[in-house]
């Protein structure tokens, strides 16, 4: 994981691939992961790549945000070559994706957070929708910005 903090936007960016297989749970990325403070206001901006090349090529997304919190005015795009674009708001989470085998599929998330009561983390988790013993993997080079309005 690198981290770029600045005056007013946090950014991390995915160092290595990472892959998960035999579970359907979600669970946090390991990277895509940063703090939040109280009774503050965040435009999120994401962009993660999955591949697999399972025979039943499905993963499932969603955010976790602290208990006192809200995401509003979201959407994610995902798109392949072969796939997409398919669009939902983030009231619809969580989202289970299709994924082609062998092929990347990228999704790209936008949207506000809003933090009302208590600070805490804001994190991409994922997962297999379907679980078999072939990878899903989230690719190097995703990255997770999250800035203070």
Known sequence: MT?????????VFKAADESRNTTVTFADDSDLVLPVEASTDYQVDYV??????SATPQAK???RIPAAADITNGVTILRGLTIGPDEWRWENYPRVHLLP???NVVLIGKGTLEVFGSAGDFAIQWAQQTSDATDVTVLRGAWLRLTKL
Do not use: G, I, V
């Open 3 to 11: 981290y770029f903090p600045t005056a007013n936007s946090r950014t």
């Open 48 to 53: 993660m790549t999955f591949f697999t090349t």
């Open 61 to 63: 997304s969603q955010l």
């Open 101 to 103: 085998a062998s092929e």
